[in-house]
């Protein structure tokens, strides 16, 4: 049975014809291949994308999200997503994305430390990010791979992974004001730093890790020792002053110093973590390199102030030991040995000073030789060191005084003293003031009196005569005096001028001088004549006789 609503639409429009259906139109395309690209890169940017890390700090100080950078070498590794704060509000959370390939770089030793300006001891760094901006630096470690959940490091690290050295413990009783990043220097050289400070509340001692770079690190053996370095040290002690200056570095922040103390050979390099003492200053650290060393008790009968500990002990100027302590409380007590007029004194013989052939002494050998030596003289006095300061030290001298050894508790042997010296400078003053009390002052006080009574009586004969020369001066004729000296003087002198080779008068004697010599020339032969016969001046003298030849003689 047909329907008829069937019927009248076939009439109406005719009956349908299958055939074959349109092809999609082309501008399908286009959306088509966009969203295989996004899809692409879509898949392109999951699968690069690298592990997602988040870091703990004190403070977001620089750090922005989607702007700061995290780098290994200025090579950026990932980008800072979000910023924002731990649950308990006490710190900050930093959520980084890294790019691909950066997993192996975050082991469990990964470092990472905010780039920025920074002024500390060791000067100014980070300028560079004053015009682009702060950055995370990661260093990254050498564990295994993982790790994504770090703490940002509050300074950068002193010391950069891979770099060649060695690390050493360092361990101190003392306190001290060394920190991390301050220098540790060689002979004047900084050649590593401190990596870390801690007090072990435990031990109650402090600890520091030190790095030496290379090739320095090849120093660090067995037998160098460490002590702390003030920059400027300044000693006033019984060998006067002495001032040692370092670097201008440990001048500013201190630092640690090593050295070889003792002559020999350079020993063993050391391992990696190795520990040793640090000591407070030079002295103590080559006080405890000695191995070889023989303990005594001094017992002093006068005042030890002065004396203290470090002192030296010296042979003719040449030191071999140390003061240990003063006084010694040991044995049966201080208090009775004051009771004595005598405080004990532990003091230490170190023959290794003198030099390195004594490290290998048979110390029992040693002290049978001091034994000897105290048999033939030898003895312990206190000496003044330095006036100003009144520090002291002990001199080994040879005496002939007795050897004299108490009876003593100690578990030390007595090491015999001279009574009564006069080292120090209190024992000085007084020597000098009981000398004083021997001079007779009454005796030079008469004296003086008598010399100055008779110097009283010079000077008022001194006043006598100066009275007596002022009246004589004080009379006219002796006021007349110069002027008469004066007209007699001019009368010599004009009287001097009419004799001068210019004037009449010279002239006038000149020829009457020249006519007395012709005068006398006259009178020559008249005189020779009456001379030979006087009588000639009344008598006709008689003609001279012919000469008469000579006969030749035969």
Known sequence: MSNPIDDTLDQTFGKA???????????????????AIGIWMAYDTLSQRGALVHLTMLNAEGVEAGKTMVKVKEVAVGRVESVSLTDDFTQARAAIRMFDGTDNMLTEDAQFWVVKPRVGRDGVSGLGTILSGAYIELEPGIGEPGQRHFETLAQPPVMRRGEAGVSVRLHSDHGNQLNPGDPVTFRGYTVGRIQSAEFNIDNQRNEFRVFIQQPFSDLVSDRVRFWQSSGVSFQLGADGVRIDMGSLESILVGGITFDFLNEGPAGERVAQDTEFTLYRDRESAQQEGFTQYADYIMLVEQSVRGLSVGAPIEFRGIRIGTVLQVPYTGGEGLGQRLMQQE???????????????????????WQQQMQRAFARGLRAQLQSGNIITGAQFIDLVFSDAPLQLAEHDYDYPLFPMLSGGSGSLESRIAALVDNLNQIDFGAIGEQAERSLTASEQTLQAVEQLSTSLQALMSQPEMQQLPARLQGTLDELERLLSGYS????????????????????????????????????????????ADPQPRREQR
């Open 17 to 35: 014809r299958r055939g074959r259906a349109r092809r999609i139109s082309s501008i399908w395309l286009v959306p088509a291949v966009a969203l």
């Open 501 to 544: 080779t210019d004037a009449p008068a010279y002239n006038d004697a000149t020829r009457a001088i020249q006519s007395l010599e012709r005068i006398l020339s006259d009178l020559e032969p008249f005189a020779e004549s009456l001379g030979e016969q006087p009588s000639s001046i009344l008598f006709k003298r008689a003609p001279a």
């Open 343 to 365: 405080v004990p004194v532990l003091i230490r013989i170190e023959p290794e000073r003198l030099g390195p052939s004594f490290g290998d002494l048979d110390m029992q050998n």
